[in-house]
């Protein structure tokens, strides 16, 4: 099923073709309507000096007040802010499933109901098997940061400084970052997967 991305229209050439031509018809009709404006304005030598400078403001505010509208119309058409657009989008984002979200490293296959045949013996390998734990894992850096660790691991930054800080975790600081061998990660997941 194809989706329109309808949160953003600037990628369609049509539309941005579209709103130009009608930006600049905008333009030229509120520089009619001044120029139409002044030229009344002019024309009535009763209305002095001072008379003459406050219809000018009036006008000047009006096209500015038109200016203000016809941008706010045009960023609610471009972010498909209309309750239509809205609906539409909300419709959108419900058809994805929280199902096809990748988790992290692993790739698995849901399965429901049935038991595994052996029990616990059919689970073949450790938590730190890469062979389990998908090709990522395999390829990962020998040396990580704790943002490269937490991935490793699944876990936040967070519980990765306060695993090293309790001496769960063995790092070094190098500089002002803490680095971690692939190998203590590695054991960390031996040691609590027993």
């Known amino acids: 099923m194809k989706r329109k991305n309808r949160m953003n229209r600037w990628n369609d050439p049509g539309t941005s073709i579209k709103t130009a031509f009608s930006f600049l018809l905008y333009m030229v009709v509120v520089m009619v309507a001044l120029v139409l404006a002044v030229a009344v304005?002019?024309?009535?030598p009763a209305l002095g000096r001072?008379?003459?400078?406050?219809i000018y403001y009036i006008i000047a505010g009006l096209g500015i007040l038109l200016a203000v509208v016809f941008i706010y119309s045009l960023?609610?058409?471009?972010?498909?802010?209309t309750r239509a657009g809205i609906e539409t989008?909300?419709?959108?984002?419900?058809?994805?499933?929280?199902?096809?979200?990748?988790?992290g490293f692993i790739d698995y296959e849901?399965?429901?109901g049935g038991e595994l045949e052996g029990g616990d013996a059919a689970l073949e390998g450790s938590p730190g098997?890469?062979?389990?734990?998908?090709?990522?894992r395999a390829q990962a850096p020998q040396?990580?940061?704790?943002?490269?660790?937490?991935?490793?691991?699944?876990?936040?930054?967070a519980a990765i400084r306060k695993m090293i800080k309790d001496g769960t975790l063995n790092a070094q600081k190098v500089g002002r970052e803490w680095r971690i061998l692939r190998s203590e990660l590695d054991n960390f997941l031996t040691e609590e997967g027993s």
């Open 110 to 112: 849901e399965v429901e």
């Open 143 to 157: 040396v990580m940061t704790i943002a490269q660790a937490s991935a490793y691991l699944q876990v936040t930054p």
């Open 50 to 54: 001072s008379g003459v400078l406050a």
């Open 129 to 136: 098997n890469p062979k389990m734990l998908g090709d990522a």
């Open 41 to 44: 304005v002019e024309a009535i």
């Open 89 to 103: 989008y909300r419709r959108e984002l419900e058809a994805y499933s929280t199902r096809s979200i990748e988790m």
């Open 75 to 81: 960023a609610r058409y471009a972010t498909g802010a």
